[in-house]
């Protein structure tokens, strides 16, 4: 199982900035994923969540209208938009595998991270 | 403010045994969400340690165990080694008025003395 971010970004407040992840090592259907973001100061924040089967979708009061997660299931690849960043949304950004939907299979939720891909909001 | 309070720091000696505690409130640990314990060693991602309030993923030392009772979980790790240095945070669910939400410890930096 893998889980491959993108690299680094660099925007100006204001900007938004796409992040991907792409999934290989299993089935990319069977399993949902999660979005999680670590500030400077180390703490994780949840941001949101997709279904990688019917692309259902929820996100956290704190980044609703703001973040936006799709997924291509022909490239096994969830994304992660998010809007109108300013310097508090200087992070890393990591994509987490959630747990099997369907008995039989295996893992637990957040079993599986990406490497994280870094956003720095600076003018 | 995470919802779930950790200590920021906890340390011991080589050899020694530390407890890292994870308070919760009714509407999470107290609901019967089970607790997650991650470790994540500097710039890496967070690894699972721990699942379902005390089991194991295939890899992970016995030397880690967990435990939770009410609104409370606690990691322990025994026969400390300089490579447990390391920041550790607990994560469990919420409910909300959505259903759920994922809530994550403020995270504790074990110092191996």
């Known amino acids: 199982v893998q889980l491959v971010q993108s690299g680094p970004e660099v925007r100006q407040p204001g900007a938004s900035v796409t992040i991907s992840c792409r999934t290989s090592g299993y089935k990319f259907a069977n399993y949902a994923i999660f979005w999680v973001r670590q500030a400077p100061t180390h703490r994780l924040e949840w941001m949101g969540w997709?279904?990688?089967?019917?692309?259902?979708?929820k996100y956290s009061d704190q980044f609703q209208g703001r973040v936006n997660i799709t997924r291509d299931t022909s490239a096994a690849t969830v994304y992660m938009d998010v809007t109108n960043l300013t310097s508090e949304d200087t992070a890393v950004y990591y994509c987490?595998?959630?747990?099997?939907?369907?008995?039989?299979?295996?893992?637990?939720?957040?079993?599986?991270w990406g490497q994280g891909t870094l956003v720095i909001v600076s003018s | 403010q995470s919802v779930l309070t950790q200590p920021p720091s906890v340390s011991g000696a080589p050899g020694q045994r530390v407890t890292i505690s994870c308070t919760g409130a009714g509407s999470n640990l107290g609901a019967g969400y089970d607790v997650s314990w991650f470790q994540q060693l500097p710039g890496a991602a967070p690894k699972l340690l721990i699942y379902d309030n005390i089991s194991r993923p295939s890899g992970v030392p016995d030397r880690f165990s967990g435990s939770k009772s009410g609104t409370s979980a606690s990691l322990v790790i025994t026969g400390l080694q300089a490579e447990d240095e390391a920041f550790y945070f607990c994560?469990?669910?919420?409910?909300?008025?959505?259903?759920?939400?994922?809530?994550f410890g403020g995270g504790t930096r074990l110092t191996v003395l």
């Open positions: 997709i279904s990688a089967a019917e692309g259902d979708t």
């Open positions: 987490a595998r959630d747990g099997p939907r369907l008995e039989g299979d295996s893992g637990h939720d957040f079993d599986h």
């Open positions: 994560q469990s669910y919420d409910s909300d008025l959505s259903g759920w939400d994922v809530v």
